[in-house]
């Protein structure tokens, strides 16, 4: 294996992230559909994630690779991540919420790690690709930290009114 080789394989991973991400939220959206504003954050995050699967594969062609394998590696942990809410659950919002702030620091912590290989092997405009999903990835973060509050009530609410008609 060349360094190159072991920096094309981490933009893959990063890639694999995004499209792994990229299901995850097209799922979360789908299930907040009685939440307009929770879902129209997703859906932004969405559309924003498919930005930065583009942008990673166009770092990855302009080095010489493709994306072809990239059902592997680091999407096999997401998938643990974001896999954990299933549909039936009542508390499928709260869940989502959840997994997708784990998966929000996972990607921050690969666009830095990545964002040190580009800086390294002298590929300043992959650099500048990870500063600014890394800085994506950050906000996100921050609603999303901002909002589970609001969402584990929420859920306790709706189970407390389940209660009291009983
Ligand atoms: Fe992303």
């Known amino acids: ?5 072991l920096y094309l394989a981490w933009m893959n991973d990063a ?23 929770i879902r129209q954050k997703i859906n932004q995050h969405l559309a924003t994630t ?35 809410a299933s549909g039936l659950a009542k508390d499928t919002l709260i869940k989502n919420a959840l997994a997708e702030y784990s998966s929000e620091h996972l990607e921050m912590a690969s666009y830095h790690s990545l964002m040190n290989a580009a800086n390294t ?8 690709v990870c500063e ?6 950050q906000q996100m973060a921050r609603w999303l930290e901002q909002q589970i ?5 929420l859920e306790l609410e709706r189970v407390r009114e389940e209660e009291m008609s009983r």
Not at 16 to 29: G, T
Not at 149 to 153: A, F, G, K, L, S
């Open 149 to 153: 509050p609001m969402i584990t009530n």
């Open 132 to 137: 600014r999903i890394l800085d994506d990835e």
């Open 1 to 5: 294996m060349t360094t190159k080789d």
């Open 15 to 37: 890639y694999a992230l995004e499209k792994n991400i990229e299901e995850a939220l097209e799922r979360h959206a789908d299930q907040a559909k009685d939440y307009p504003e």
């Open 50 to 84: 498919r930005e930065h699967a583009e942008l990673v594969r166009e770092c990855i062609e302009r080095n010489g690779g493709n994306v072809s394998g990239f059902k592997k590696g680091m999407a096999n942990i997401v998938g643990a991540v974001t896999g954990a």
């Open 121 to 128: 092997i002298g590929d300043m405009q992959t650099a500048r």
